[in-house]
Nanobody, 116 residues
Framework: QVQLVESGGGLVQAGGSLRLACAASGNIGPINVMGWYRQAPGKQRELVARITRGGNTDYADSMKGRFTISRDNAKTTVYLQMNSLKPEDTAVYYC??????????WGQGTQVTVSP
């Protein structure tokens, strides 16, 4: 089992920045990919960014150049630096982990609200 705990959400004005963190614990050895998804009211959950065990990163097109995913050296905490935030970035942001056995784990989510 893997436990994921997110932190860092909140309310920010448009143009501002927030940094989310996701701490993984438990059986983290098999984790192959960690990432961030988001879900806005009435919309499907969508990929924001992800980082592989080898450090390769991938972003949704609308986040490129504004968001940066990174992790600590121990590979137990993943960060999402969000700059130039827009009202349409308002959503619940979820941390995810995928193991080498293709099992998905999710955090509880953290609310990000961007005011105009």
């Amino acid at each position: 089992q893997v436990q994921l705990v997110e932190s860092g959400g909140g309310l920010v004005q448009a143009g501002g920045s927030l940094r989310l963190a996701c701490a993984a614990s438990g059986n983290i050895g098999p984790i192959n990919v960690m990432g961030w998804y988001r879900q806005a009211p009435g919309k499907q959950r969508e990929l924001v960014a992800r980082i592989t065990r080898g450090g390769n990163t991938d972003y949704a097109d609308s986040m490129k150049g504004r968001f940066t995913i990174s992790r600590d050296n121990a590979k137990t905490t993943v960060y999402l630096q969000m700059n130039s935030l827009k009202p349409e970035d308002t959503a619940v942001y979820y941390c995810s982990a995928i193991t080498t056995g293709l099992r998905y784990y999710w955090g509880q989510g953290t609310q990000v609200t961007v005011s105009p």
